[in-house]
């Protein structure tokens, strides 16, 4: 029987990830942007082993409606791409606004996410216990999720799920960040740009 695999993407944390191995600052803000789907279906096949992607999970912070009404289109045009497949599950917090946004703030501050990698980290734990995945792909470099990594790494004996395992970019000539654990083999899926330029997305949902 073929192993049930959800893939978990901290969404903002791997678009940053690509842009900062394959891309440069000025590039289009849609450099770095990836179909979920795609990418998913790549990591439940990067295996030697009988594996069949049961649920890719993204994670991401939602813009504010009055606050910013074209991050907010933007995102709402973006969902409604990745919905059209139901393997896809959308999992968002409201983004935390600086004070005085968009007008009179200080430089450099930005909205920022609160609370994904809370959920990110339960739902892994969860669904572990539940025993609704067999393995867990986790994709992102937010240390902060490494407690979620250990406790599933913990409940595995021998052959007998669920398995953690992590993906990160792999650019030309070096890897990039991934999560590991302290004493233990968590396997990582290096992802290189041959893999990345066949699951990036461009379109523009800004418009």
């Known amino acids: ?89 959308r999992i968002t917090r409201p983004l935390r606004y600086p004070q005085g946004w968009p007008n009179s703030l200080e430089p450099g501050a930005k909205p920022q996410e609160k609370g994904i990698d809370v959920a990110l980290a339960l739902d892994f734990v969860a669904m572990a216990m539940r025993k609704e995945y067999d393995v867990g792909i986790l ?13 599933v790494a913990d409940m595995t004996s021998g052959p007998i799920g669920p398995r953690p395992e992590v993906a990160a970019w792999s650019a030309s000539k070096q890897h990039g960040r991934r999560l590991s654990i302290p004493g233990r083999r968590l396997y990582c899926h290096w992802i290189g740009e041959d893999v990345y330029r066949r699951v990036s997305d461009d379109a523009n949902y800004a418009i």
């Open 1 to 89: 029987m073929a192993d049930r695999v959800i893939v978990f993407l901290d969404y903002q944390n791997v678009y940053r990830g690509a842009r900062r191995a394959y891309h440069e600052d000025y590039d289009p803000h849609w450099c770095g942007q990836i179909d979920p789907i795609e990418l998913a279906q790549h990591l439940a096949a990067d295996s030697p082993y009988d594996r069949r992607l049961e649920q890719v999970r993204v994670y991401r912070g939602q813009p504010d409606s009055t606050r910013d009404p074209r991050g907010y289109g933007a995102s709402r045009r973006q969902h409604a791409a990745w919905d059209q497949s139901p393997l896809l599950q």
């Open 139 to 151: 994709m992102s470099t937010d240390t902060d999720l490494k407690p979620a990594l250990e406790f």
